[in-house]
């Protein structure tokens, strides 16, 4: 079992940059896909983007080319690196780890975008 725990968020102005980190616990880290989610007030959680065990990546179509994500499995923890980021970009970002359909979850942490 891996448990995620968020650090990294915060008030940013429109255009700017932030770096989220999710730190693990547990064994094994290097067998789990890994993925960040957010939840804005009033709207479903969707997935923002996901690095699976072997090093790929997809993102959520609104992100791509301003947001990055990377693991490192020597450290147990995955970055979501942040840019050009837009009001709409606020919301709950929560780390999520995965793996045979086992899924643990984050408390998240917020990241506001100020126009």
């Known amino acids: 079992q891996v448990f995620p725990v968020e650090s990294g968020g915060g008030l940013v102005q429109a255009g700017g940059s932030l770096r989220l980190s999710c730190a693990t616990s547990?064994?094994?880290?290097?067998?789990?896909?890994m993925a960040w989610y957010r939840q804005a007030p009033g709207k479903q959680r969707e997935l923002v983007a996901m690095i699976t065990s072997g090093g790929s990546t997809n993102y959520l179509d609104s992100v791509k080319g301003r947001f990055f994500i990377s693991r490192d499995n020597a450290k147990n923890t995955v970055v979501l690196q942040m840019h050009s980021l837009k009001p709409e970009d606020t919301a709950v970002y929560v780390c999520n780890s995965q793996r045979g359909g086992a899924y643990f979850w984050g408390r998240g942490t917020q990241v506001t975008v100020s126009s």
């Open positions: 547990g064994s094994a880290f290097s067998n789990y896909d």
